[in-house]
Structure formats: structure tokens, C-alpha cells
Nanobody, 114 residues
């Protein structure tokens, strides 16, 4: 199972980006998938998760600005990020949990300039 993250880039504060985490059809069965991020010198932290029933969970710092969703036709999990702030700058990773297995995708860099 592989997770392919994409959509990172450089954006000005107040701008938007959309991250996608793609996987195979068979791997799109999951208990929870989500996005985490790691800023330089900091620990990796949860950004948002979505369960197989569609329940979502967000870090307080992104509530109201970020939206996680799933696209069953494309086997992807998306993260729409609006009103971006410089403190959102980090490498963003997607994660899949299924049964007792945890898989991380490669990171995608998001840089927000002030």
C-alpha cells in the first residue's frame, strides 16, 4: 500500500492550497485517514482526520479554515486549506490506519509567506 501526497507549494498568507493523498482502490478501505504536519524543529502534529463513516476531526488551529474530504471515485483524501497563515508552513503527511496497520505517505511541503 502506498500513499501519494501532492498539492503543496508556496502561497502568500491568506491564500489557499488543496492537498491530495491518493492510494489504490483496494487500499481505500480504511478506519481513519488523515493529514499531519511537521514544521522545522517541531514534532509532527495532527491537522485533520476522517473516518470510514465520514466523521471528521480537526486541530483547533485549523478549525474553520481547513476542510478534509474523501473522493471515492478517485480514491483520494483531500485537504482544502484556506486563509493560510505563515504558521501553517510545514511538511504535510497523509496517514492511513486500517486494522492494526499504520502507513504514512511521503510529505508535501507547504510554505506560507507573510
Amino acid at each position: 500500500v502506498q500513499l501519494q501526497a501532492s498539492g503543496g507549494g508556496l502561497v502568500q498568507a491568506g491564500g489557499s492550497l488543496r492537498l491530495s493523498c491518493a492510494t489504490s482502490r483496494s487500499a481505500f478501505n480504511f478506519n481513519v485517514m488523515g493529514w499531519y504536519r511537521q514544521a522545522p524543529g517541531k514534532q509532527r502534529e495532527l491537522v485533520a482526520t476522517i473516518s470510514n463513516t465520514g466523521t471528521t476531526n480537526y486541530a483547533d488551529s485549523v478549525k474553520g479554515r481547513f476542510t478534509i474530504s474523501r473522493d471515492n471515485a478517485k480514491n483520494t483524501i483531500n485537504l482544502q486549506m484556506n486563509s493560510l497563515k505563515p504558521e501553517d508552513t510545514a511538511v504535510y503527511y497523509c496517514k492511513r490506519i486500517y486494522g492494526g496497520n499504520i502507513i504514512w505517505g511521503q510529505g508535501t511541503l507547504v510554505t506560507v509567506s507573510s
